[in-house]
């Protein structure tokens, strides 16, 4: 949890832009496991799952990181192919509702005249909310 500690308007709306970007982080951090390049490996058998279905889901020509996934699981390569859609929207859902918050926040905050560290707070409990 965060308190609004800033004093001007800018120093808010910078803010919660950092807060974004670290509570953004948080959720990838809980979702991959730590690792360099395991963003990109996940990106990757995400891309092969589109272009996999795109072809029809041919059993004869499944991508190398579908049946890695599934071999390691211990699930059919539909299955594990199921299971990276549904990890990659679970992701960009998180992703929306942080560029959201971030947006109406810094739009909110911006438009006020008075009160912007209060309503800054709001934003704050919002994008910890995310990650509770």
Same mark, same amino acid.
């Given at each position: 949890?965060?308190?609004?500690?800033?004093?001007?308007?800018?120093?808010?709306?910078?803010?919660i832009n950092v807060y974004a970007g670290?509570?953004?982080?948080?959720?990838?951090?809980?979702?991959?496991?730590?690792?360099?390049?395991?963003?990109?490996?996940? $990106?990757?058998?995400?891309?092969?799952?589109?272009?996999?279905? &795109? /072809?029809?889901?041919?059993? %004869?020509?499944?991508? @190398? *990181?579908?049946?890695?996934?599934?071999?390691?699981?211990?699930?059919?390569n539909e299955a594990g192919a199921v299971?990276?859609?549904?990890?990659?929207?679970?992701?960009?859902?998180?992703?929306?509702?942080?560029?959201?918050?971030?947006?109406?926040?810094?739009? $909110?905050?911006?438009?006020?005249?008075?009160?912007?560290?209060? &309503? /800054?707070?709001?934003?704050? %409990?919002?994008?910890? @909310? *995310?990650?509770?």
């Open positions: 949890m965060i308190t609004v500690r800033e004093k001007t308007k800018q120093e808010v709306i910078e803010a670290e509570t953004q982080l948080r959720i990838e951090t809980a979702l991959i496991s730590p690792g360099y390049g395991r963003k990109d490996q996940y $990106a990757q058998s995400s891309v092969q799952v589109v272009a996999w279905r &795109a /072809a029809g889901s041919p059993a %004869d020509a499944v991508p @190398a *990181l579908i049946v890695s996934w599934a071999e390691a699981r211990g699930i059919t299971e990276i859609e549904a990890q990659k929207a679970y992701m960009e859902s998180k992703v929306e509702a942080v560029f959201d918050i971030r947006v109406k926040g810094t739009e $909110a905050i911006k438009a006020l005249s008075s009160g912007h560290k209060a &309503a /800054a707070q709001t934003y704050y %409990d919002q994008l910890d @909310a *995310l990650t509770a």
